[in-house]
């Protein structure tokens, strides 16, 4: 494999970027620690950096629990982060913006990372490399466990790679740190990074892509919603007045019961899943409240939106059945949208440089979603361009489980491919 931008120095800095983000996984708009890493590395690049208020918007930003997120503060203080920094962050307002403008005139060309973690506990066996190796996360019950911590630390390569070679490249290079990729709520946030953009890249390692050294283009994505329920019903004694009470749990388990009975239609792939179910008090009270989290997909839009009025048409037939008030919230949106054909020779040409031409794989559909189709979608209605590529990982372990992990070198070609491109664009 030939690489031209990543270099050995730039190399262990990924890697061990990568071991530090493993180490300290944070989720959806708690990335309070992570986005300090970042930001200490590419102000020292020479980049102009947007953080905190200035960066996120915050119209339908989704919320971290107050409770969870004062407790991610806290630890993000008690690992080093200046209270000066934290305190223009704090409330969720995770991730960044680095822009460089280069000397040469030409397009402006975003790249979009994602930085958020899982809430999953991480394997400790003797078979996982972070658990030999001694990066294993330190945040009990967090993990990352989809790769972005990899993606992290490829765009700090990438920021240093750009940053030495200024030279090779033109126009503006506007690099994204994006937080809450996870439940598809990051991306909507950061619209007006795009507005002014000919291009914007993404990508991710693992999923479709599967031995080291493929680049395989995402053509579409699933679309999808995550929706929240969450039912309020009328407590009272299940002994002496069950009558009198309205049973909020019921009228939940029975949605996520029938959820799995929605008839799917006949010309595409769809799917759907509820995810948690909670609710109650204690045995002998009728539970007067029960919340549950679910998600639905479809290979394109319009399969997604069947599925979705679907569910909500069912949630509220619950909500009149059992007498349960139910307020129906979506939590997160991904449309089907993902690469513009005319980027698909420049990836090609970028594999083939780098002696990668007989991995490139073009045009698989993604079989999941990602919320970088907001972006991709966004930009194409506005007349510029998308592009989407999966980099194979060897994954050891499925993504969002706790084997799972990636061979490090994924790291090297992600970041290289994203130079490679930026600087033919
Ligand atoms: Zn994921
Ligand atoms: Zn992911």
């Not at 999808?224 to 309020?232: L, M, N, Y």
């Not at 999966?390 to 994954?395: P, R, T, V």
């Amino acid at each position: 494999m030939k690489l031209k931008f990543i270099n050995e120095n730039i190399k262990n800095e990924m890697i061990s970027a990568r071991r530090d983000m493993h180490m300290y996984p944070e989720t959806a708009f708690t990335e309070y620690r992570t986005t300090y890493k970042i930001y200490e590395k590419l102000t020292k690049l020479g980049y102009n950096v947007t953080y905190g208020k200035d960066f996120l918007d915050d119209k339908n930003r989704w919320h971290p629990d107050k409770e969870y997120d004062e407790m991610c503060i806290k630890r993000a203080k008690k690992e080093g982060v200046p209270e000066e920094f934290l305190s223009k962050i704090k409330g969720g307002f995770t991730g960044l913006a680095a822009e460089m403008s280069l000397e040469k005139e030409g397009k402006t060309k975003v790249l979009r990372f994602d930085i958020d973690a899982l809430k999953i506990k991480e394997s400790s066996k003797d078979t996982h490399i972070p658990a030999i190796e001694g990066f294993k996360s330190k945040h009990e019950g967090l993990m990352h466990a989809c790769g972005h911590d990899g993606h992290t630390a490829a765009g700090i390569g990438v920021a240093e790679a750009i940053a030495q070679n200024k030279e090779k490249f033109t126009g503006k290079i506007r690099l994204l740190f994006q937080p809450a990729e996870e439940g598809t709520m990051g991306a909507k946030c950061l619209l007006k990074w795009i507005d002014d953009a000919d291009f914007c890249i993404g990508g991710h390692i693992g999923i479709c892509a599967q031995n080291l050294g493929e680049i395989d283009v995402i053509s579409d994505f699933f679309a999808t919603s995550k929706i929240d329920v969450e039912f309020t019903g009328r407590a009272s004694h299940a002994g002496i007045a069950p009558e009198k009470g309205i049973n909020a749990l019921w009228a939940a388990a029975v949605l996520t019961a029938s959820a799995y009975d929605i008839r799917r239609p006949d010309f595409g792939i769809t799917g759907i899943n509820v995810g948690t179910l909670e609710g109650g008090t204690a045995r002998n009270i009728v539970a007067d409240h029960a919340f549950l989290q679910a998600e639905t997909r479809g290979q394109n839009t319009l399969l997604n939106d069947y599925m979705k009025d679907e569910f909500i048409k069912l949630a509220k037939r619950c909500e009149s059945a059992y007498g349960a008030k139910a307020d129906i919230r979506i939590a997160g949106e991904g449309v089907s949208e993902s690469t513009s054909e005319e980027l698909i020779p420049i990836a090609q040409k970028a594999a083939e440089d780098m002696g990668l031409g007989d991995k490139f794989l073009n045009g698989k559909s993604f079989g999941a979603s990602e919320d970088f189709s907001i972006l991709a979608q966004h930009i194409q209605e506005k007349g510029g361009r998308s592009l989407y590529m999966a980099f194979g990982g060897n994954l050891k372990g499925e993504h969002h489980t706790p084997d799972f992990d990636f061979d490090e070198k994924t790291i090297l070609i992600f970041a290289e491919t994203l130079c490679r491109i930026a600087e033919n664009l």
